[in-house]
C-alpha cells in the first residue's frame, strides 16, 4: 500500500526559514517524481515544486526561496523554505506522480502539514 | 502559464441528478487534463486524468470529456458522497503545472 506522510510545518515569522519532510512508502521512491502543492486557508492548490530522479523545478512564486531535495536512502523528499513571506501560509501536500517518468498528475497525496507565516 | 477557468463556482443538486462541470483552458492542453475531488479537511483525489480516464478505484459514474480548450466532468446520479469541491488540472505544458478555481458541488 503506498502511503506519503508529510512533517514539519509549524508558526514562523516572516523571513524566516522551515524545512519540510515527506516520507512515502510502498513505491521505489528514487525513481518517481514527489511534487508540493499547497493550499492557502480557504483557497484553491497551488503546484510548488517537483523533485524527479535527476531534475527540480520550481513555480515563480518560490523560485529562489524554496529548494527540494531528496534522501532516497530514507524515501524522504524534503521542501526547504526560506525567506518566508505570509502569502506562503498554506497547508502542504506532497504528493506522487502518477507515473515514475513524472506525468504531472499526483495519484497519491499525504495529509497536509500546515505552515503558518506570521509575527 | 496555462490558466484553468472553471464554471460554475457552485453547483446545487440533489443526490440522483446530474452534475455537469465546466473547465477551460487559456490555450490547448490537448487531452492532458486532470480532475480532482476533495472534500472538507481532506487532501484531494484524483478522479480522472488524460481528459477521460478514470483512475484506480474511482465509480463509473464519474466521466471526463473533452479536447484542447474545453473539459467537462460529469457525475452521473449524485451519491451523497460526491458533495465536495472539484479541481480540474493542467500538465500539457509545465512546469508550471496549473489549477482550476474549483467548483462547489453542493445539496440543493
Known amino acids: 500500500e503506498v502511503q506519503v506522510v508529510e512533517s514539519g510545518g509549524d508558526l514562523v515569522q516572516p523571513g524566516g526559514s522551515l524545512r519540510l519532510s515527506c516520507a512515502a512508502s510502498?513505491?521505489?521512491?528514487?525513481?518517481?517524481?514527489i511534487h508540493w502543492v499547497r493550499q492557502a486557508p480557504g483557497k484553491g492548490l497551488e503546484w510548488v515544486s517537483v523533485?524527479?530522479?535527476?531534475?527540480?523545478y520550481y513555480a515563480d512564486s518560490v523560485k529562489g526561496r524554496f529548494t527540494i531535495s531528496r534522501d532516497n536512502s530514507k524515501n524522504t523528499l524534503y521542501l526547504q523554505m526560506n525567506s518566508l513571506r505570509a502569502e506562503d501560509t498554506a497547508v502542504y501536500y506532497c504528493?506522487?506522480?502518477?507515473?515514475?517518468w513524472g506525468s504531472g498528475y499526483f495519484d497519491y497525496w499525504g495529509q497536509g502539514t500546515l505552515v503558518t507565516v506570521s509575527s | 502559464e496555462i490558466v484553468l477557468t472553471q464554471s460554475p463556482a457552485t453547483l446545487s443538486l440533489s443526490p440522483g441528478e446530474t452534475a455537469t462541470l465546466s473547465c477551460r483552458a487559456s490555450?490547448?492542453?490537448?487531452?492532458?487534463l486532470a480532475w480532482y475531488q476533495q472534500k472538507p479537511g481532506q487532501a484531494p483525489r484524483l478522479l480522472i486524468y488524460d481528459t477521460s480516464n478514470r483512475a484506480t478505484g474511482i465509480p463509473a459514474r464519474f466521466s471526463g470529456s473533452g479536447s484542447g480548450t474545453d473539459f467537462t466532468l460529469t457525475i452521473s446520479s449524485l451519491e451523497p458522497e460526491d458533495f465536495a469541491v472539484y479541481y480540474c488540472?493542467?500538465?500539457?505544458?509545465?512546469?508550471?503545472?496549473?489549477f482550476g478555481g474549483g467548483t462547489k458541488v453542493e445539496i440543493k
Open positions: 510502498g513505491i521505489t521512491f528514487s525513481t518517481y517524481a
Open positions: 523533485g524527479t530522479s535527476g531534475s527540480t
Open positions: 490555450q490547448s492542453v490537448s487531452s492532458y
Open positions: 504528493a506522487k506522480d502518477l507515473y515514475a
Open positions: 488540472q493542467q500538465r500539457s505544458n509545465w512546469p508550471p503545472l496549473t
